[in-house]
């Protein structure tokens, strides 16, 4: 029995691919099966001779023992047009009668090129081969709107943002990333890990007919540790109400991931800026469904809540606001009548809720006798003056 030797022609990338995704796996044919043994195969980069990573044959990164054809699955997100070669240890692998291959140690033996790399998200949407795409999901509850304890919300796993506001990170485990994800950072610089537990939104699908969208968030319940969280009361002995509560996904891809979650450390595309959608915000109308194994949460926009009433501020032509009330804050000593006419006491004043009568009360009386209202100092009038314009 001879040594075995690989057959290049049959291995992937070849020498001349000048195409491969940065996130190509390596795959070694060899003219007879082999067994890993010891050793480590190396990945450099060409133009400084940098090691990228270096992978332990006796890994899970490398499979197909046995077999003729191995395959090498690098943890690092490669950069973009950029040359590498393999070097292999002549330990790495033998064939049964426990002749070894003899490795390489030639730069020029096996090297390929990967493909320009999209540098935005935008680029990476109108790539023929995208980067695989991640789901990530934060939970927002409210200390005024859900009843909720921050401290609580604390142990129960959540991030405190501020004095109001507490945050569950979720993220389902999907194209092969089982753990953790670390994508973008908090505001001292902490990076944002997302928990790897089941959960899945759906139901976006848009009509011409004018219904917006209810999506359903249906999040694992191992345990009924959802089920605990919604029965859990704060100080004022008061139950949380999930009600109103943000559900934000975002939705990025995997290169763009931060260079924590892969094994080498590096990530030379990590972009936590890299999303599909800056604000892409639903919030929970109802609890759709709850049993052992989920909770289902149907989501509404923020057009759909049901019990809001739109429009808050009709628009007309009069200002709304309660005179001298706290959204009107007029103060001063000058008094006018209802048809803005002005008079001496303020048993008199009575605001005609017209632009005018905001206009005089706020306003500056200049040499000439016009009223002056600086840009600093908007008026703060409520109504709309251009509302009776016919289009």
Not at 18 to 36: G, K, P, R, Y
Not at 323 to 331: N, P, Q
């Amino acid at each position: 029995m001879t040594a075995p030797t690989l057959t290049r022609a049959s291995s992937t990338p070849l020498n001349s691919d000048i195409n491969v995704s940065t996130e190509t796996n390596i795959v070694l044919v060899f003219d007879q099966a082999v067994d890993v043994e010891s050793g480590n195969v190396v990945l450099y980069k060409d133009s400084d001779d940098s090691v990228v990573e270096t992978i332990a044959v006796t890994s899970g990164q490398v499979t197909g023992t046995g077999t003729t054809t191995i395959t090498i699955n690098p943890s690092v997100v490669l950069e973009g047009n950029t040359k590498y070669y393999l070097l292999i240890d002549a330990t790495a692998f033998d064939n049964s009668g426990s002749e070894s291959y003899a490795g390489i140690t030639n730069p020029s033996e096996f090297f390929f090129r990967t493909t320009v790399v999209p540098k935005t998200i935008q680029e990476q949407i109108q790539s023929l081969e995208p980067s695989a795409v991640i789901e990530l999901f934060q939970l927002h509850v409210y200390v005024d709107i859900n009843n909720v304890d921050l401290s609580a919300m604390v142990d129960n796993g959540a991030i405190e943002l501020d004095s109001n506001t507490a945050v569950f990170y979720y993220y389902a485990g999907t194209n092969e990333l089982y753990a953790d994800i670390k994508f973008g950072t908090h505001a001292d610089g902490t990076e944002i890990t997302y928990q790897a537990i089941p959960c899945e939104i759906d139901g976006f699908k848009r009509t011409t007919t004018g219904t917006l969208p209810r999506p359903t968030f249906t999040i694992a319940n191992a345990n009924s540790a959802m089920s605990s969280l919604l029965q859990t009361t704060n100080s004022a002995g008061k139950t949380i109400n999930i009600l109103g509560a943000k559900v934000q996904r975002v939705r990025t891809c995997k290169k763009f991931l931060n260079a924590s979650n892969f094994t080498g450390g590096s990530n030379a595309t990590a972009d936590p800026t890299a999303i599909f959608e800056a604000d892409d915000s639903w919030y929970i109308d109802r609890i759709a469904s709850e049993n052992l194994n989920a909770i289902s949460f149907e989501l509404a926009t923020k057009l759909d809540l049901t019990n809001v009433r739109l429009p808050k501020r009709q628009i007309m032509e009069y200002c709304p606001f309660k005179y001298k009330g706290e959204a009107c804050g007029y103060t001063g000593a000058k008094y006018f009548d209802i048809d803005d006419n002005e008079v001496s006491t303020e048993a008199e004043d009575v605001c005609g809720h017209r632009h005018e009568s905001c206009k005089k009360r706020f306003g500056f009386t200049d040499r000439y006798g016009q009223i002056v209202v600086f840009a600093n100092k908007p008026l703060p009038f409520g109504g709309f003056p251009g509302a009776r314009l016919q289009m």
